[in-house]
């Protein structure tokens, strides 16, 4: 977010200016009031902070001006009047906030974060887009409830994204509104951000995609899929199933026409006027266990029966079309997950949580869109490949605890039997019970990497012939060659789609019982 | 051939009325609900359903709880089981999985399209 700071008094620049950085904002100062009406009409600002002693053009005149010229950009006024008239004078020229100096920095940055919020499409006090969890006033990033570490200008990009979720943002314009103008960087240093705020987020399991380049035009935030589908679900569903799922349906329940769609998000409704009170009654379950939990008298019983009240709200929300409600609800089930004692940090996050949550609920009074007509759903039994994978044995090693949560799930569905691993010091004991058929590996891990345990195994005789694929965010072809030298079988970088995960474990087990019979 | 009849067994009233309408708008299905585990299981042997969608998580006896108790009665035994669940994890699934049920719909569902679901779940022949 990029603030037009317009002040003559240095000291106060220099305070503002630290304050504000602090909170990832932007800040272009000027120092006069026809420099600033220069900067505010050419650039583009999220806020205007306005002394209105200023030389040349005072603070009243210049906000007039803007308003005038139908700018409608947020203006907050700081002046050490603090006389009744001179903020009626202050309001009615246009701004939309006034603070008396001296001010409390803290109270200046929620005056200023609150503007900020009623001038966005998404007003509520955390920004969310599918996992993904941003809190403006913690400055703290989330994807899947698993914290994401930042720069400053990482943050700054990916808030700006989330904010302006609804349209492209090119170079030029990330440039402009993320850089004060006094910086010249260029579009390779956009790139460069791009491309390492994507590392990040993939680290914590979003898809390589997340952020999407639209080529030639510029960047947004991957549309979310819809409601009830999960990829790797829709993959298998795709596998599985014939094109059309509801071919064999039609004509017997035939397809769904507006007229029912209408009706149906009119029942949503009726039916959210019924229960938003009981939602709002399971929210109360999970404020009191806030408050055990800022209390430190928070038992882990109760901490499960939050989890599961998250669990249920998420359900209802959404089956309701409520997804930000739902959304927010996931957020809470997961970090309602952690180990007690809960850190500072992570019940700091829940307290926002829940009064985003309190507030989606408290302020939806009607229902615009009906969940998505595709549904999740899961036969066990179905293998697409083929019945012949039935049994094969997958053991995967990864330190990365959330990614290695998601990769059974790909591959389950082609009839693979999976173990995953965390602790790389366990591998030899559980290499030697789960037997398995082939070995999936990461390369970085604590205390011994997989290029290490490759190496090991080839050295063994009982396991020298085990097919190894490794499976990396790594992607320079050192690495990849370090691994061939290691005696790897084959190389995937991560995100991997599950169909290509399944593909290359079978194509490496024909070769190796191909290479069985030939003996 | 007579009309299929469902149980959705959840203590959500809110899921067991949208279920219902969801259903009764686009079949001539009728549908039954129950508010927890011990009276779908007393509903089940009762009215012997075509099919009881089982919510995964309800107080006092969770859906697999319910789920074994179903197994365990003859009369409720070979009835097919689709549990509901928001957002299933890996190791959910791979319980729903080794239980034997015959499919799980996570939350949220748009339930005019439940009807198309537990059809291609169950291969019913219509």
Known sequence: MKILLVEDDEVLITV??????????????????ETGWTYGATFEYDLILLDIMLPKLDGIRLCQRFRAEGYTTPILLLTAQNSCTAKVNGLDAGADDYVVKPFDAPELIARIRALLRRSQVNSFPLLTWGDLLLNPSTCEVSYNSQPLTLTNKEYELLELMMRDSQHLLSADEILDRLWSSDEFPSEATVRSHIRRLRQKLVAVGAPADFITTVHGRGYCLKAQEPQGEDPSEVTTSSEMEPLNPLSEVTGIIGDRSSEQQAQYLAF??????????QCLEQLGI??????SLQSGTCNQQLQTQAQQTAHKLAGTLGTLGLTLGMQLAHQLEGLLGSQLPMPVQRVEMLSALLLALEQAIQNTNSIHHAPAAAIASIAPSSSPVGDSNMGTKVMIVDDDIEYLRSLPQLLEPWGFSVTTLADPLEFWSVLEAMSPDVLVLDVNMPQINGIELCQALRNNLTWRRLP???????????????????????????????????????????????????? | MPTKRILIVDDEESIQIVVQFGIQMTTDWVVLAASSGSKGIQMARTERPDVIL?????????????????HSYPETAEIPVIFLTAKAQTSDQKKFSDL???????????????????????????
């Open chain 1, 468 to 519: 190894v694929l490794f499976l990396s965010i790594m992607t320079d072809m050192n690495t990849q060659n370090l691994a061939f030298s290691a005696g790897a079988d084959d190389y995937l970088c991560k995100p991997v789609v599950g169909k290509d995960l399944a593909n290359r474990i079978l194509n490496r087990l024909k070769r190796v019982s191909a290479w069985v019979e030939s003996y």
């Open chain 1, 16 to 33: 503002l200016t630290k304050s504000l950085t602090a909170q990832h904002y932007i800040v272009d100062v000027v120092k006069d009031g």
């Open chain 2, 100 to 126: 034997g049920v015959s499919g799980v719909i996570t939350k949220p569902f748009n339930s005019l399209y439940l009807p198309d679901r537990i059809v291609k779940l169950l291969d019913w022949s219509l």
């Open chain 1, 268 to 277: 949503l409704n009726q039916l959210w006027s019924t229960s938003k009170s």
């Open chain 1, 286 to 291: 999970l404020l009191h266990v806030l408050q």
């Open chain 2, 54 to 70: 089982l919510d995964a998580s309800m107080p006092e006896m969770d859906g697999i709880a319910t789920f074994h108790a179903l």
